[in-house]
């Protein structure tokens, strides 16, 4: 009974903040909000389909250039087409998140073609779990794609981010699932929890550090026993450790010259309708995509290092 009434006012509340973020959605930026123009350039990777596909097509309604990005040509060709039809400037090119060469071969062309960036959202993403399953089968695929893939295309678009006096901006469409302080899903070893916590003792070394060791664990058969998170274990730990990732930048990304900083911040879009979730979860993709534009386009960077869902700050 009083699982069921918590339940509901969980419901309830999603469902008021859904309604108020679908207002805010239809209230147009005034001139003094909009530091954007028809030139700035974002970039969102994983663009084919899904949220990825909605925060291509929000963030072109508002006027930006938008790179539609995709592993898969015809897709990605095929999801810019419906945007262009609308009347959207939307621009496709192939990304691999997995593939050096295609994510160099990427930033040679946005160079060229554009002379840079201006917003990069991470999108591109994978998950093979649903409902109570939790395999690892592909465990090193999923840390891989969700953490390294995002960690090779921040590092390879960051020296191409145009320089502004507005700043430019890293979005990293996270999950609440990788929050190390989540009350059911959380790693165990209390150590390490505060290590991956505290910015001081913060390093890749140790991000990196701590997903190989769960890989190691996940060949030799050992991981149950590893302290892991209970819930799509892989998963939300490669989502941690892309909060973690963006965290460490935090610092180094906003400590840069003026015209040069660069804010990067992460956001969970709820648990939306798409092909990750076999299109169960509560959340359309239009709403899943909201927080991720909104972190896009605000006009101050007072948003790095934080994580948001549904336009609201989140812990870690
Ligand atoms: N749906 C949810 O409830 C939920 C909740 C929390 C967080 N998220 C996150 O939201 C993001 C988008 O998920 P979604 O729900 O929209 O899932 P989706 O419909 O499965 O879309 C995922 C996108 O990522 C692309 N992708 C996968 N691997 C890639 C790679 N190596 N290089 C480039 N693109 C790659 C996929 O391309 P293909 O079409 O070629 O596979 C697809 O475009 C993900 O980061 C996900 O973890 C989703």
């Excluded at 507005?166 to 150590?191: D, H, K, Q």
């Amino acid at each position: 009974m009083n699982i069921m009434n918590k339940k509901e006012r969980a419901k309830e509340r999603r469902e008021k903040r859904s309604q108020e973020i679908s207002h805010l959605r239809t209230i147009p930026y005034s001139d003094y909000q909009r530091w954007w123009s028809s030139t700035t350039t974002a970039v969102v990777t994983g663009a084919n389909r899904g949220i990825g596909f909605e925060i291509a097509r929000q963030l072109a309604s508002h006027g930006l250039t938008v790179v539609l990005t995709s592993r898969d040509t015809n897709a990605g060709e095929e999801a810019a087409n419906v945007l262009q039809e609308g009347g959207l400037n939307v621009v496709f090119h192939q990304l691999d998140i997995v593939d050096p060469l295609s994510v160099n071969s990427f930033a040679g062309w946005i160079q060229e073609t554009f002379g840079g960036l201006d917003i990069l959202v991470n999108n591109a993403g994978i998950n093979f779990n649903f409902g109570a399953d939790n395999s690892v089968e592909f465990a090193e695929k999923v840390i891989e794609t969700n953490y390294y893939g995002t960690k090779r295309v921040i590092k390879a678009m960051i020296p191409l981010m145009r320089p502004s006096a507005f700043g430019a901006r890293i979005i990293n469409v996270s999950s609440r699932l990788g929050r190390l302080n989540g009350r059911r899903n959380r790693i165990g070893n209390i150590e390490l929890r505060q290590q991956l916590e505290d910015v001081d003792s913060l390093s890749e070394e140790l991000i990196d550090g701590t997903m190989n060791t769960f890989i190691k664990q996940v060949k030799d058969g050992t991981w149950e026993s590893g302290g892991w998170p209970q819930v799509f274990t892989d998963y939300s730990l490669s989502k941690l450790a892309v909060n973690a990732y963006t965290r460490l930048l935090t610092r180094f990304l906003l400590d840069r010259p003026d015209c040069e900083k660069i804010c990067i911040s992460c956001c969970c879009p709820g648990w939306v309708k798409t092909a990750m979730t076999a299109w169960a979860g509560h959340t359309s993709p239009e709403d899943g995509a909201d927080t991720a534009v909104w972190l896009a386009l605000l006009p101050d960077l007072s948003v790095g290092g934080k994580f948001f869902a549904e336009r609201r700050e989140i812990n870690f």
